[in-house]
């Protein structure tokens, strides 16, 4: 059985029992015992007579699915939101017109119950109109998290190879002055991102060379 493995942050890799050739698509069983398809890349190395292989992963991402979780909420709240209104609207025309609840009359009872059941009713479109909104910024997160590039995908090698390019061109410019410091830690902190880009090259290569 083909089965997930982490190989650092944000990448998981294939555990299998037979060898499989790059492009290959290939089932792996997630812990739960659910069937995900992918695509074989890289042998990364052999072990206890396994092959492990860097993959990229075919049905929809989990990012995605989390955006659609929360857009698919937003939309139902905003409903419930704007049908609790409208149930919030009994009799405003009788309302509007600022009839003081008559004590004692036949017509207090009704009056009281109709204000009560609004007043409710509005509270239950406010109320979903709250979460509504609150699901917005969840959705803007797994936005952004969509345009995130990270080690799990082939592009990465391009994308931090780059980075690390501009991470060395800014590190020369604050050693030679060329680049003004706007503190005392400037340089550290680029030395810092040089190694962080140049530790994610060299996985990102073994990965999807």
Aim: charged fraction near 35%.
């Amino acid at each position: 059985m083909n089965k997930f493995k982490k190989y650092c942050p944000n990448v998981w890799i294939a555990e299998c029992e037979a060898e499989h050739t790059k492009g290959e698509i290939i089932e792996l069983t997630t812990k739960y015992g659910k069937c995900v398809e992918c695509e074989v890349y890289n042998l990364l190395y052999k072990k206890d007579n396994k092959f492990y292989y860097s993959i990229i992963r075919l049905d929809e991402s989990y990012a995605q699915r989390r955006l659609n979780k929360h857009q698919n909420a937003q939309v139902r709240h905003e409903k419930l939101s704007k049908k609790w209104y409208e149930k919030s609207q009994e009799d405003k025309e009788f309302l509007s017109l600022g009839e003081p609840i008559k004590v004692g009359h036949h017509s207090e009872h009704r009056h009281r119950k109709l204000l009560e059941r609004n007043w409710n009713r509005l509270e239950n479109s406010i109320k979903h109109s709250d979460i509504a909104e609150a699901r917005q910024t969840k959705i803007d997160y797994w936005e952004n998290k969509l345009k995130e590039i990270n080690l799990s995908m082939p592009e990465s090698l391009e994308y931090f190879t780059l980075k690390l390019e501009n991470a060395i061109k800014e590190h020369n410019g604050l050693k030679d002055g060329s680049i003004p410091k706007e503190h005392n830690y400037s340089v550290t902190y680029a030395n810092n991102a040089v190694k962080d880009f140049r530790k994610k090259v060299e996985i990102a290569n073994k990965l999807w060379a």
